[in-house]
């Protein structure tokens, strides 16, 4: 009965083949061929095109980019190796606030602006005015 039991687990644990001898195994893809690189450099594009579609949409419905309308850093003045003074442009106040590790206090409170902030479009027209006059003189 021993006997029995043994040849019968011996024929349940060894798998039984219902295929015939001549049916060919499936063919295993080449994991290194043009286009399994394809589907690999296309998930990556995929995955790196979403990460910058989200850093976008935060920059752009959040304060995480900096940019602020009504706040302006109008100018820095370092005063050692890590101090310094800001003076910042919120609304048509200006206030002059000293920065330190840790540590940021606010010097003076101005109502009338002391300094002016700078102009974004005043670089783009010296920029295109400088480059007609390098035009002219190249004889272009």
Not at 38 to 55: E, F, M, N
Not at 65 to 78: E, I, Q, T, Y
Request: glycine share 10%.
């Amino acid at each position: 009965m021993k006997q029995l039991m043994m040849v019968v687990g011996l024929l349940l644990a060894v798998p039984v083949r219902a295929e015939t001898a001549s049916t060919a195994l499936p063919s295993l893809k080449d994991p290194v061929s043009l286009e399994m690189l394809g589907q690999l450099l296309g998930g990556l594009l995929v995955v790196v095109i979403a990460i910058l579609l989200v850093l976008w949409v935060l920059k752009r419905f959040t304060a995480i980019g900096g940019h602020h309308r009504d706040l302006k850093v109008v100018a820095v003045l370092p005063l050692g190796t890590r101090e310094k003074a800001v003076l910042v442009q919120v609304g048509e106040r200006q206030l002059l606030i000293g920065v330190a590790p840790g540590r940021v206090s606010l010097l003076e409170r101005f109502e009338e602006p002391v300094i002016l902030p700078p102009q974004g479009g005043k670089f783009r027209a010296k920029l295109r005015e400088a480059l007609a006059q390098q035009q002219q003189q190249d004889g272009w």
